[in-house]
């Protein structure tokens, strides 16, 4: 069974950092683009970062460019958020999520979420 | 940057009606266009992916079309589980966006 689980969430003061881990089970890790996606309280999904296969090509959204790197660890099948200078806007769930071969950004598996509380 | 205009934000119908989300790009995305289900305390669920195809196990009331620019999700009859928000999401091209989501009650 494919499976993706988050992990170093908490709460964090504005200013501060933190990072997030997801570990994949149950497919082959290096072969597949891996996507960190959030959602803050009572608000849609928003895109944050997306990796592709074998640690190549990363894509950032607009909010989080320059404070926010997204790595991934093939031989542990674990991907990475390493998260910088947070604001109170970063409080939300993080979810990782698995894509399809072919596809880098058509997410057909999640992890339950992680979640980040900014604030002091 | 590609932008995804979805609607309604929320609309509530009754179990057997035929229920209708659309969703519109602002540029091309050819049929590169998912559909999510999320339920409250859960990660999305992916329903159809390249704008007319159904994920293995999804129900058959589930459909995906097209007409021109506007994308459409379509359960043909609700049934009380079908209670939700869902996302529709462009994946032509970074970055990549999601619709602000459509909140489907059931009466």
């Known amino acids: 069974e494919v499976q993706l689980l988050e992990s170093g969430g908490g709460l964090v003061q504005p200013g501060g950092s933190l990072r997030l881990s997801c570990a994949g089970s149950?497919?082959?890790?290096?072969?597949?683009?891996l996507t960190w996606v959030r959602q803050a309280p009572g608000k849609g999904l928003e895109w944050v970062s997306t990796?592709?296969?074998?640690?190549?090509?990363?894509y950032y959204g607009d909010s989080v460019r320059g404070r926010f790197t997204i790595s991934r660890d093939d031989s542990q099948s674990t991907l990475f958020l390493q998260m910088n200078t947070l604001r109170a806007e970063d409080t939300a769930m993080y979810f990782c999520?698995?894509?399809?071969?072919?596809?880098?950004?058509?997410?057909?598996?999640w992890g339950q979420g992680t979640l980040v509380t900014v604030s002091s | 940057d590609t932008q995804m205009t979805q609607s309604p934000s929320s609309l509530s119908a009754s179990v057997g009606d035929r229920v209708t989300i659309t969703c519109r790009a602002n540029?091309?995305?050819?049929?590169?266009l998912a559909w999510y289900q999320q339920k409250p305390g859960q990660a999305p669920k992916s329903l159809i992916y390249?704008?007319?195809n159904l994920q293995s196990g999804v129900p058959s009331r589930f459909s995906g079309s097209r007409y021109g620019a506007d994308f459409t999700l379509t359960i043909s009859s609700l049934q009380p589980e079908d209670a939700a928000t869902y996302y529709c999401?462009?994946?032509?091209?970074?970055?990549?966006?999601f619709g602000q989501g459509t909140r489907l009650e059931i009466k």
């Open positions: 999520a698995k894509a399809v071969v072919g596809a880098d950004a058509l997410f057909e598996t």
């Open positions: 149950g497919f082959i890790f290096s072969n597949y683009a």
């Open positions: 990796i592709h296969g074998s640690g190549g090509d990363t």
């Open positions: 540029h091309g995305i050819s049929n590169w």
């Open positions: 390249a704008a007319f």
């Open positions: 999401q462009q994946y032509n091209n970074y970055p990549i966006a």
